[in-house]
């Protein structure tokens, strides 16, 4: 990589991980993303979206420079282009970790194998598309960067730099979600996400009932704490942030501000930090987000425990959105008995002898006390 290419590259990623950092809504926060991306990654056109983590479906879509056809394009990728291909893509590059992929690569460079290809970029004259996938530890988002058939199709370089703002967008798109849930309120006031705002010598500004609930399940509180030094763990989130966006190391380039801790009362609390931007001359504030993790966020601490190998961790995912074993079979491309040993071998590891308690152990035990009883 060139010098100048690679100045480029870094500016880009700088600019992006301040966007994600920057307190804004998940639509917005694609918009910004995607120009912050354009000068060092060139492009005609670009689809993105923010995404349900639950199901993976597309919750809000943003489009640009996909106009040039007969008007129908939006009717045929959501009637059929989605549904067909590009939904059954996305959970692929999820089960995969696989945040990045060229259309080019991914059909064997027989692009008329894709129907996206055929139905939609084809026929508005554009032919190179470079997918990415915005994950913490669920699909929070995605976006397709398109050219044309006159220019070059995307280089390692730029796809790597890709794969490099991935992480940094997911953890954005994620925290845009919670402050959502935050701002809406719920129900049962003890799942209410909690949030803070730091001031620029990181003392608490101002802060939710909410947030003050979850920091006394993780310390004592001071009487004085708000004036004071703050909880370890947003002290912890706030300093990542600080990093991230003003690295002073390579090391701190890679850095997303997000921390998860388990509470007194043996929950699994997550903490995130984003930057709200300046206005009227005033500093950028730190916003925190704290919440319950989710089981999918922790899991990983369960699985790591037991020593599932990684294809056992994929028939074990399956397992817990109850897929049959024929399903997994299809899914990962192997025979019905080799699901069943890698699901016996779980069983073993994880010493329980059907699915139901397998899915307990692995994704919900010691995660959500209360729930299941002793």
Same mark, same amino acid.
Request: glycine share 12%; aromatic share 6%; net charge negative.
């Given at each position: 990589?060139?010098?100048?290419?690679?100045?480029?590259?870094?500016?880009?990623? $700088?600019?992006? @991980?301040?966007?994600?950092?920057?307190?804004?809504?998940?639509?917005?926060? %694609?918009?910004?993303?995607?120009?912050?991306?354009?000068r060092?990654?060139?492009?005609?056109?670009?689809?993105?979206?923010?995404?349900?983590?639950?199901?993976?479906?597309?919750? /809000?879509?943003?489009?640009?420079?996909?106009?040039?056809?007969?008007?129908?394009?939006?009717?045929?990728f959501?009637?059929?282009?989605?549904?067909? &291909?590009?939904?059954?893509?996305?959970?692929?590059?999820?089960?995969?970790?696989?945040?990045?992929?060229?259309?080019? !690569? +991914?059909? *064997?460079? @027989? %692009?008329?194998?894709s129907?996206?290809?055929?139905?939609?970029?084809?026929?508005? *004259?554009?032919?190179?598309?470079?997918?990415?996938?915005?994950?913490?530890? +669920?699909?929070?988002?995605?976006?397709?960067l398109?050219?044309?058939?006159?220019?070059?199709?995307?280089t390692?370089?730029?796809?790597?730099?890709?794969?490099?703002?991935?992480?940094?967008?997911?953890?954005?798109?994620?925290?845009?979600?919670?402050?959502?849930?935050?701002?809406?309120?719920?129900?049962?006031?003890?799942?209410?996400?909690?949030?803070?705002?730091?001031?620029?010598?990181?003392?608490?500004?101002? /802060?939710?009932?909410?947030?003050?609930?979850?920091?006394?399940?993780?310390?004592?509180?001071?009487?004085?704490?708000? *004036?004071?030094?703050?909880?370890?763990?947003?002290?912890?989130?706030a300093? $990542?942030?600080?990093?991230?966006?003003?690295?002073?190391s390579?090391?701190?380039?890679?850095?997303?501000? !997000?921390?998860?801790?388990?509470?007194?009362?043996?929950?699994?609390i997550?903490?995130?930090?984003?930057?709200? &931007?300046p206005?009227?001359?005033?500093?950028? &504030?730190?916003?925190?987000?704290?919440?319950?993790?989710?089981?999918?966020?922790?899991?990983?601490?369960?699985?790591?425990?037991?020593?599932?190998?990684?294809?056992?961790? &994929?028939?074990?995912?399956?397992v817990?959105?109850?897929?049959?074993?024929?399903?997994? +079979?299809?899914?990962?491309?192997?025979?019905? /008995?080799?699901?069943?040993? /890698?699901i016996?071998?779980?069983?073993?590891?994880?010493?329980?002898?059907?699915?139901?308690?397998?899915?307990?152990?692995?994704?919900?035990?010691?995660?959500?006390?209360?729930?299941?009883?002793?």
């Open positions: 990589m060139t010098g100048g290419v690679a100045v480029e590259h870094e500016r880009a990623l $700088a600019e992006v @991980r301040r966007i994600t950092s920057a307190g804004l809504e998940g639509p917005e926060l %694609l918009r910004r993303v995607a120009e912050g991306l354009r060092a990654v060139p492009f005609d056109a670009y689809c993105a979206s923010t995404v349900d983590p639950a199901s993976n479906l597309m919750t /809000h879509g943003i489009a640009e420079g996909m106009d040039g056809g007969s008007g129908d394009e939006g009717e045929t959501l009637d059929r282009v989605y549904f067909e &291909e590009d939904l059954h893509q996305t959970r692929a590059m999820l089960r995969e970790g696989r945040p990045v992929q060229l259309l080019s !690569r +991914s059909t *064997g460079g @027989r %692009l008329d194998r129907l996206r290809y055929r139905e939609l970029l084809r026929p508005l *004259g554009f032919a190179h598309e470079l997918g990415g996938i915005f994950a913490d530890g +669920s699909a929070w988002g995605g976006m397709d398109i050219r044309g058939a006159d220019v070059p199709d995307f390692d370089r730029e796809v790597a730099l890709v794969r490099r703002v991935a992480p940094h967008v997911g953890a954005g798109l994620k925290a845009a979600a919670l402050r959502s849930g935050a701002d809406a309120g719920r129900d049962d006031p003890e799942t209410v996400p909690g949030v803070i705002n730091l001031g620029p010598d990181g003392t608490v500004i101002s /802060h939710t009932p909410a947030a003050e609930r979850w920091l006394r399940d993780l310390e004592d509180l001071h009487p004085a704490w708000r *004036g004071g030094p703050t909880p370890i763990p947003v002290r912890m989130v300093g $990542a942030l600080g990093r991230s966006l003003d690295p002073a390579d090391g701190d380039t890679g850095l997303v501000p !997000r921390v998860r801790v388990r509470g007194r009362s043996g929950r699994w997550s903490l995130y930090a984003s930057r709200a &931007e206005s009227a001359g005033r500093p950028g &504030e730190t916003v925190v987000v704290i919440e319950q993790a989710r089981p999918e966020e922790v899991a990983w601490l369960n699985v790591a425990a037991y020593g599932l190998s990684p294809r056992e961790e &994929e028939v074990v995912r399956l817990a959105r109850g897929c049959s074993t024929r399903e997994i +079979s299809t899914e990962l491309f192997v025979s019905g /008995h080799t699901v069943q040993r /890698h016996q071998n779980a069983f073993e590891k994880a010493g329980v002898r059907s699915r139901g308690e397998l899915v307990k152990r692995l994704f919900f035990e010691n995660l959500l006390p209360g729930v299941f009883g002793d």
